[in-house]
């Protein structure tokens, strides 16, 4: 049987930061490099020269769709897989992807599962998308934004598939500069395709979901209400939509109303994590502890039995372990529990070293608690992180000192006077250190010092 080949087929602009490791990551699977370029002026055309890509110039026309179709053209594999320049295909995925490249009778398109790296964000949310599928069965991309194939193929008859192929997508993590520019085109492209589609519910969806990432929640929910009332999803596609508009819910405090959407999606889709995390949230923010420890056990669980598998609706997310287990820590040390979160607390800092918010909130409850011995311990941990922050060298002497250790005090007065040299408090507490250790001109110094520097 003939070799079945595969043509990578991009759009680019000025995308000299991403380029390089995305082809990287894929030039030992793509038999031909297709680069369509709408106007870089940067360093991306010789980035793909050295890749051997070939390379065709197209005017901008405000239509993603027209610049992806104009990169398909040029196509000559059997095979067609699209990415964008800020991807990067998982290296275990290359097998998987090369025992898909098959002949096929008819249309064929597969899924891939996109792996987005949020920026200040915790976890990972993943979204699925048809990103390879068979050339020359007239499979073309539709949609001035948030283009897609399986509309044509559809009409075609075409096949839609699963797949273990697995895309990191770190476009979510741009600069702020660099993400308002592309939320400002987003936002748009976007306007334009609504106004065109009014009674398109996949183009209402796009646009709120570009207005959650925004944080206009009310627009958000607005289009997402839109959506979901022109009734044209199926149910994996209504609950994505459902954990999108919970979470803009609970954004603006509207708990109730995050919870029935939550739940919704939960009655269509039971094998998720997002919706989970909807209701785990949502009883924190309210403060419910006790609910919000119940929420997250299940979370836990759920998440653990969706780790590795192919996630049933197209967007969900990925919680790291450690993260959840440090959200249980939190809310065992605010309802009360401090004996279970002091045991949690030091088992995730034998792994999670530099976590400083564990850090601080462990020497908190052991001051509370008069264990001056633990709390010093976590004191000198974060001081060696943040050498020069005032309140932990203020806890820090504090816990020193309840234990008597005038003398271990002294340094980190005196590394606080050092930054803030007029501090009358800090010139009296380091005063009366010095008395306590029987340095009595030491002591008359600092206060004479104070005194000046009062009258200064």
Request: glycine letters at 4%; charged letters at 30%.
């Given at each position: 049987?003939?070799?079945?080949t ?33 106007g ?12 051997n890509?070939e ?7 405000d239509?993603?769709s027209?610049?992806r ?12 897989l699209?990415m964008d320049?800020d ?26 599962q ?11 949310h993943?979204?699925?998308?048809h990103r ?15 283009e ?5 193929a ?13 895309f ?7 600069e702020?500069e ?17 106004g ?21 929640h ?23 939509l ?27 889709v039971?094998?998720?994590v997002g ?20 929420r ?11 780790a590795?598998?192919?996630k ?11 993260v959840?287990?440090f ?5 065992l ?11 949690l607390g ?11 918010t ?7 409850i ?10 010093e ?12 922050e005032l ?13 008597q ?36 001109a030491r002591?008359e110094?600092?206060?004479?010092r ?7």
């Amino acid at each position: 049987m003939k070799k079945q080949t595969v043509s990578l087929c991009m759009i680019v602009k000025n995308e000299e930061r991403f380029l390089e490791d995305c082809l990287k990551s894929v030039a030992d699977v793509a038999d031909q490099i297709v680069i369509v370029d709408t106007g870089s002026l940067d360093s991306t055309p010789d980035i793909a020269r050295k890749y051997n890509a070939e390379i065709y110039n197209f005017k901008w026309v405000d239509d993603f769709s027209a610049a992806r179709n104009e990169s398909i053209r040029h196509a000559t594999g059997d095979w067609i897989l699209w990415m964008d320049a800020d991807e990067r295909l998982d290296p275990e995925s290359k097998t998987h992807l090369k025992s898909l490249l098959k002949p096929e009778s008819g249309p064929v398109l597969y899924k891939v599962q996109i792996y987005n790296q949020m920026r200040q964000k915790d976890n990972i949310h993943i979204s699925s998308a048809h990103r390879l599928f068979n050339n020359h069965k007239g499979i073309e991309f539709s949609g001035r934004i948030h283009e897609q194939i399986s509309p044509s193929a559809a009409k075609l008859g075409g096949e839609e598939r699963n797949s273990d192929i697995i895309f990191h997508h770190l476009g979510y993590g741009l600069e702020s500069e660099a993400q308002d520019k592309k939320n400002r085109r987003n936002l748009k492209l976007l306007l334009k395709y609504v106004g065109e589609n009014p009674r398109h519910a996949y183009a209402h969806y796009t646009l709120a979901q570009h207005y959650a990432l925004t944080e206009q929640h009310e627009n958000a929910v607005k289009h997402f209400r839109i959506a979901l009332n022109l009734n044209q999803f199926d149910k994996e596609m209504t609950a994505s939509l459902l954990n999108a508009m919970a979470d803009s819910l609970l954004e603006m405090g509207m708990f109730e109303a995050a919870e029935r959407a939550a739940l919704d999606s939960l009655d269509r889709v039971s094998d998720q994590v997002g919706a989970g995390f909807v209701l785990f949230k949502s009883a924190e923010r309210q403060q419910n502890y006790s609910l919000a420890l119940r929420r997250l056990e299940k979370l836990r669980k759920i998440n653990a039995e969706m780790a590795g598998k192919i996630k049933s609706i197209a967007t969900d997310i990925i919680i790291e372990e450690k993260v959840l287990r440090f959200s249980e820590f939190i809310l065992l040390a605010r309802a009360g529990e401090l004996e279970k979160a002091l045991n949690l607390g030091e088992e995730l800092r034998k792994t999670d070293r530099e976590n400083l918010t564990l850090l601080d909130n462990l020497s908190t409850i052991y001051l509370q608690r008069n264990e001056f011995a633990k709390a010093e311990q976590c004191l000198l941990h974060m001081q060696s992180l943040l050498p020069h922050e005032l309140r932990v060298l203020d806890l820090l002497a504090l816990a020193q000192i309840k234990q008597q250790k005038f003398s271990e005090a002294i340094p980190a007065y005196e590394e606080m006077l050092r930054l803030s040299p007029d501090n009358e408090k800090i010139i009296k507490r380091l005063a009366g250190l010095y008395a306590k250790i029987g340095q009595v001109a030491r002591a008359e110094e600092m206060l004479t010092r104070g005194r000046t520097s009062f009258v200064n």
